[in-house]
Structures are given as C-alpha cells and as structure tokens.
C-alpha cells in the first residue's frame, strides 16, 4: 500500500475538515471567544512586567507565565522600535541566536542554542523551522521575507515536535500577524535610512465590511542602495580579455513589494473563517552583496586563484568593503542559465494563502488550517570577487499544500485532551549553473559553464499527534503526549551537458535518484506547579525528529553516488525545567530556564573547496546544555529588561571531514581510503560546533514621559547586545572565528495625543559591528596539504556579514 499523501489527497482532506465543521456548526451552543486577539500594539517582549500578555506557545491561547515552554516573545511595538522587519534582524533581540543569509542551498543559516543547519545543501529541511500564521515553512529562504504589520513573534526554544505541524528539532519562529477587527483602523508609516540610502512605507487599512465580516489590508515597499562599499573597479579585464564592470556603487542594495489581505467571516455564532492571502517580489544583489573576504592562514593579501593575481581592490579585513564584479557579458550570454546581464542578483517572489476555520462549543474547539505556499528565486553569485568569477546561479521554486485539523477539548472535569492531524505534500526544483574556471568556450555557440545540474525531489508528510492534561490538584497540571510522523520523499539529480572541455570532470547525462521513507514517533511530558496565580514552575522531557533525505546540492562527477549523497535522520533528546514569576504588583517579571539535549546523528554539511563539492552527513551527538534567564522591572515611567543565556555545546562521537589545508599534525589524521593516501576526517569529539556562542545577552531601559498640557508623549529606548566569540566555519577552522562583540540599539519617540502620530529617530548597531554569521572555503585559494605532513596552505574564507550601523527617521500616522 502506497503511504504517500499526494496533494489532490490532501485538497481533499482539507475539504472534508472544512464541511466537516460547517456540518456541526449549526446545532452546537455558541461560547464566547476563548481569547480574543491582542491588541497589535500591546507591549512585549516576552519578559514584560504583564501577566496578560498572551502567547500560543502550546496552540492556545495563555498568558506566557503559564505556558510551561523555553519562549522568548516579542510584539509588534517591541519589533517597531528598532525597525525590525527581517527574520535576521529578530536574532539580535534572542541570546544564542545566530542567522543571516548564505549564497547556495537554502539561501540561509539559522542556528539556536548552537544548533541548526547551515546553507550548503538545498535538500535539507532547518533544525530551527518557521510558521507564519499557522503554515508551517521549513526551507529557509523565509528569512529574507519581509514582517510588518506583526502582532507578535514567539521564538520556542529546543526541540518542538508536539504543537505545530511538522517536527522542529532545534527550534521554531512562530509569528502572528494582526487580524481585522470590528472597529475602523488605519495607518500609515514613512521612514528613511541614512546609511543605505533606503526608502520605506508600511501601511494599513482594516474594519468592518458588514455584519460578521472584517476584511485587513496591509503592505511594506522599500528601496534600499545599499550600505557596504564596493571597491571594484569600473572595468576590470580579466586574463582573456574580457571586461567585468563593478556589480553596483554599493553593496547590500534591494527593493521589495509586499501586501496581505485578511479576510474574517462569522458564518454563525461559532464558526468563524479566516482567509489570508500574501505576495512578496524582492529584487537585490544577492547574498554574494554581503561576502567579505578572511584571507587563509594570516595572509594579508588575497590568495592567487588557479594562478590568476588577486584584485588590488580586495582585501583581508571585514571591514564593510569588498570587490563586487559582473561576468562578462558574452560568458552570461552562453547558455548560462538565470545569469541575465551578468550582474549579480538574487529575485525572489513568495505568495501563500491560508484558510482557517474555528468551530467553538461545549465540548471541542476545532481548527482547521489549509495553506498553500510557493516561492521562486533566482539568482547569480560570485564568491570570489572580481579577479577570479567563480560564479554560479540557481533557480529554486518551491511548492508546498498543507492541513492542520486539531481538536481542543473543553470539559469541566480534571483531564482534556488536545489531538489532530497534519498532512502536507511539497515539491522543489532546484538547478544550478557554475562557472568557476575561466575558459574560453570551446567553439561559437556552446558556453563558458563548467557544470550544469537539474535537481529537486517530491516530498509528503503525515502526522498524528495528541496531549492529556491532567489537573492533579489546583496547583499541578501533568501533560503527556506525542507526535507520530511519517516522511517520504524522492529525489533526483541530473548532470546536463556543459563545456566540453569539463566533460570528464562533470560529464553530461550523470542521474542520481534517491527513495528515503522514515518513521518517528516523538514524545513529550510536561509538570507544571502553579502554587499562585503569579509564580510558576515546570519540568519537561521532549523528543524531536527531523527528516533525512539526499543531499540534491552534490557536486556531480564520475564518482559520485547516490550512498554519497545520503543522510539520515536527525532525533533530539531531553529536558528542561524552569521558573516564572510576577512579583511586586505585577512590575516585575522573571523567568528562567535550564536544559540539557542529545542530538542524535545530527545533520551536518561541509564545503569541500579541492573538489568543489558541498558533503553531508550525520554526526555523532551534539550535547547541549545551559541555563538562560530574563527580566523585566517597570516602574512609573521606567523600565529596565535584560536576557542572558549560558550555552555549552559539544559533539560527541563525531569523525568529520577536514578543513581544506589541515595537515596530520594539526588534527587531519583519520579516515585515509587507501593506504599511504591522505587522510580526509579529523575527530570532532569534544569540540563546540559552529555558530555557538557560550554567552550572550540583552539589557536595556526604556523611559516615557508625558510633556505637561501638550498631550505629547516622549519615549526614549537604549538597548546593548552582547555575543561571546564562536566559529562560523562548518569544518571549525582555527582562524574562522567571529570575535566577541556588543551592540547598541536606541530610538527616541514623540507621539501625539491619543498616539495619533509619531516621529522617531532610531539607531540600530550604533558601535557598527561587522559580525560575521556564517562562511566557507573560497574555491582555488589553498586548500592544498590536506591530510599529509604539509606544508599545508589554507583557503581564503567567503564570509556572509550582518547589517552595519543604521540610522533611521520614521513618521507614522493612525486613522
């Protein structure tokens, strides 16, 4: 029996959930709603000195001293106050997160607590996933979308296999946009950004249409030159007398188009619809914009590449200034697929819609989410600046139906239950051109392209899950449950004919297909002792799982085979206890969490920079463990918050591959396929994995006061993050390291009366700290040595940087 879910089956499914509830709606007692939605503009940061602010941490509605979960909250006007409008901007507001974008694969890297996945290989899902609304997203490229209009935005911490939809071993960012409500609203936001240049509007109109219908309608456009520099020349000739133009004045620069609808709908007194639909078309210079270059071993001056001398215009230092060049006109002109004009570029359009349907009565409350997603992208990159165009492009479209039918019991007595549903079924093309050696074509009318591959794979998911909460006495709740989850998905990859001069290399008409079907069931306990209303303590034991798969980002060349592009299943394991309270009259606010977590044959990626292949495989354990901790203390018109995290991260049991250039002495001493060949893995055992800062934290004041019988408010912020060091290499290289670092963030806010209007003047990463969120190994720049006695020479690094100082003016109005 087939026991793969197809997305008609699903269409169907999400039909029948839909009649379903329509059936029963008419002959069930209305009840009032459970928790009516927060106003967009509550408070929060998930610390705040509240003990109504609500989040969905467990898919219903509790205020956050209750939700027995490892949560950091943030609202929309915590969001707003630094003009937060990105998911990588969100990781400076969460200790021990790191993300930014990457240049292949997923586009991405998003790593909590020192776990998560990096961007080198397209097939995988992310440790650290996303749901929007309810739809669950898990490729990645989510990061560069654009939020506004956001009520909330909950960052679950750990492994989160139980409440939403498809199993996150690492992690989850749950974000809630605002709803329509029964009362006319409207507003519009204009702001300027000084450094980038970038222009910006957000606005939205929402309100009542008739009776029982709302309807919510909001959008961002943005423009952006861009704020790090670009040194390239204006022409520049590379060594077969082609010229290569300076890619753009700056670098970091885009544009974005991006608008929702909502629209509710009362069809009785307990039966509610929601449809959200949305659009975004993003235009920049890709993730290549934001590569510096860290030269090998110490170097000063960039390697030569394949012999070719570096630019005089590129440097060794992360310093907001790098070399950023097209390719030749005639080489993107060749049958160089997504190259278009040679300049480098990523375009990225991403459109969804979401029907959810909300039954209430005596005995169940039932939610029903369809969803459908899809993005497209292309792009051009050039990891190496502009003397050598190692460039390659891609196009990534991705499609992906879900349905979430879940049942949330309401009965009077000691014990309820929660349990549902999930099915989704998916499908991603992923293919890629490259031109990393610069040849001439063979003969008029073939290509400067060195390879060429037609990859992606179909995929489905199917779980059943379920909790009972038991009310032991008034004070403890005991919850038990899990998540049973069924994954099937094919892959294939498919060489294409390219220059004839590499057809031994990377031959035409090679095809890997690769069948992966895996079970799991994940399970989770909870204790939770309530001894008042405003203290809380909880123990957890959780599982999570996530999908293996095959590697379609596998450089294709005679020896490559579908075993080498194989991983298996990543499974975490582990606990968690914490502490909440609410003390002096609700001023203030303190939680607290300790945990400790195996991740078992967690999924890791290297890029191997002699063969120019991206390599997967399982790692032994990862063993995390730590203790975090935030506050919140408001007084009058001050207040003070903060949030620190201690995070100690280490494998366990893990051979790995080497980094390029790392000699049997320095650790490369492992895994020789032949004898007297070199060796080719170095023991990870006892290492702290990349992108794991063992300290990090928050503290910053806020200050508001009324200006006496103007009606005017001033609101003034200051925020200082801070980050131990951490190594961004996935094969931790000894100089891949991103120093520790402190940021400061402030804003300054006049408001009218009644909050009518607003002008701000903010200021994000005033120290104008160049962090570094993730890299690899430069093609053709060292690498040599590997595995022997040496002397062993290191690759020039790519580095992918975050944002650098920004200063913005905002005028906002309120309808």
Request: glycine fraction near 10%.
């Amino acid at each position: 029996m087939d026991r793969t879910f197809s997305r008609p089956a699903i269409r169907y499914a999400s039909l029948a959930s839909v009649i379903a509830l329509a059936a029963v709606a008419a002959p069930v007692s209305a009840q009032d709603d459970p928790a009516a939605q927060a106003p967009a503009d509550e408070a929060t940061t998930g610390s705040m000195a509240d003990s109504e602010i609500i989040v969905t941490a467990r898919r219903r509605d509790e205020r956050l001293i209750d939700a027995p979960v490892a949560i950091t909250a943030l609202g929309g006007a915590a969001l707003d106050n630094y003009a937060v409008t990105e998911f990588n901007d969100i990781a400076q507001l969460v200790p021990t997160m790191v993300a930014g974008k990457a240049a292949s694969g997923s586009s991405a890297s998003i790593f909590l607590r020192g776990v998560g996945s990096t961007a080198l290989s397209a097939g995988f899902d992310q440790s650290v996933s996303f749901v929007v609304d309810g739809m669950p997203m898990s490729r990645g490229r989510e990061i560069g979308l654009s939020q506004y209009d956001v009520q909330r935005v909950e960052v679950l911490k750990g492994p989160q296999a139980l409440f939403f939809g498809k199993n996150a071993t690492a992690g989850l960012i749950s974000v809630t946009t605002n709803n329509p409500r029964d009362v006319f609203e409207a507003g519009l936001k204009l702001g300027y950004g000084f450094e980038a240049k970038e222009k910006y509007g957000e606005g939205y109109i929402s309100g009542p249409l008739a009776e029982g219908l709302r309807a919510r309608l909001a959008f961002r456009i943005s423009d952006s030159e861009g704020a790090f520099t670009n040194t390239a020349a204006e022409t520049y000739i590379d060594p077969f007398g082609l010229e290569r133009h300076r890619n753009s004045k700056n670098r970091g620069y885009g544009r974005t188009y991006s608008g929702r609808a909502t629209i509710e709908w009362d069809a009785t007194d307990n039966l509610t619809f929601q449809v959200k639909t949305g659009y975004t078309d993003q235009k920049d210079g890709g993730p290549t914009d934001i590569i510096e270059r860290i030269c090998g071993g110490g170097r000063t001056v960039p390697f030569a590449a394949n012999g070719i001398p570096p630019s005089p215009n590129a440097d060794c230092v992360i310093n907001g200034r790098s070399d950023s060049s097209t390719i030749p006109v005639e080489v993107a002109g060749l049958d160089y697929r997504y190259a278009g004009d040679g300049r480098m570029y990523s375009r990225l359009k991403s459109g969804f819609g979401i029907l959810t349907a909300t039954l209430t009565s005596d005995v169940f409350d039932v939610t029903s989410i369809t969803s459908y997603y899809r993005f497209k992208q292309t792009d051009l990159n050039n990891v190496s600046g502009e003397a050598y165009p190692a460039t390659f492009s891609q196009l990534a479209d991705y499609r992906q139906t879900s349905e979430e039918l879940r049942f949330q019991s309401k009965w009077d007595g000691p014990v309820n239950v929660l349990f549902g549903l999930f099915a989704s079924s998916n499908k991603f093309i992923f293919n890629t051109d490259a031109y990393i050696f610069p040849l001439p074509a063979v003969a008029a009318g073939t290509t400067y392209v060195t390879f060429k591959r037609d990859n992606g794979f179909k995929g489905s998911s199917m779980s059943a899950f379920g909790e009972v909460t038991a009310n032991l006495s008034d004070a403890i709740e005991l919850a038990a449950g899990a998540r049973y989850s069924y994954e099937s998905r094919d892959s294939f990859q498919q060489s294409l004919a390219a220059n004839p001069a590499f057809g031994a290399a990377f031959p035409g008409g090679l095809r890997l297909d690769d069948r992966y079907r895996e079970s799991d069931v994940s399970p989770q306990v909870t204790l939770r002792y309530k001894p008042s209303r405003d203290l809380t303590f909880y123990a957890a034991y959780k599982e999570g799982f996530k999908s293996g798969g095959f590697n379609i980002s596998q450089t294709l060349t005679p020896a490559a085979t579908v075993a080498a592009g194989e991983f298996g299943a990543e499974r975490a394991r582990g606990g968690e206890v914490g502490a909440r309270a609410i003390l002096m009259g609700g001023a203030l606010s303190l939680n607290a969490t300790a945990y400790y977590y195996d991740y078992l044959d967690l999924q890791v990626q290297n890029f191997d920079p002699v063969t120019i292949g991206q390599v997967v495989a399982n790692a032994g354990t990862l063993r995390v463990k730590g203790i975090e901790g935030d506050f919140n203390w408001r007084l009058g018109g001050f207040s003070l918050r903060g949030a620190a995290a201690f995070n100690d991260a280490t494998y366990k049991d893990y051979v790995g591959q080497c980094y390029g250039g790392q000699t049997i002495a320095q650790g490369c001493n492992l895994l020789a396929p032949a004898p007297g060949a070199a060796f080719t893995s170095q023991d990870y055992d006892g290492l702290t994995p990349p992108k794991a800062p063992r300290f990090a934290g928050r503290l910053g004041a806020s200050y508001e006061v009324e200006l006496s019988g103007s009606g005017l408010r001033l609101e003034a912020s200051g925020d200082m993050s801070y980050s131990s060091k951490y190594n961004f290499s996935d094969t931790l290289r000894p100089d891949a390291i991103q120093p520790s670092f402190t940021k400061f963030d402030a804003s300054l806010r006049l408001k009218g009366p009644e909050d009518r209007w607003t002008l701000a003047l903010i200021g994000r990463n005033l120290s104008n700290k160049y962090v570094v969120t993730g890299g690899s190994e430069i093609p053709f720049t060292g690498g040599t040595g590997t595995g022997t006695a040496g002397p062993g020479v290191l690759s020039d690094l790519s580095a992918f940087v975050d944002n650098p100082r920004e200063f913005y003016i905002e005028a906002s109005v309120k309808f």
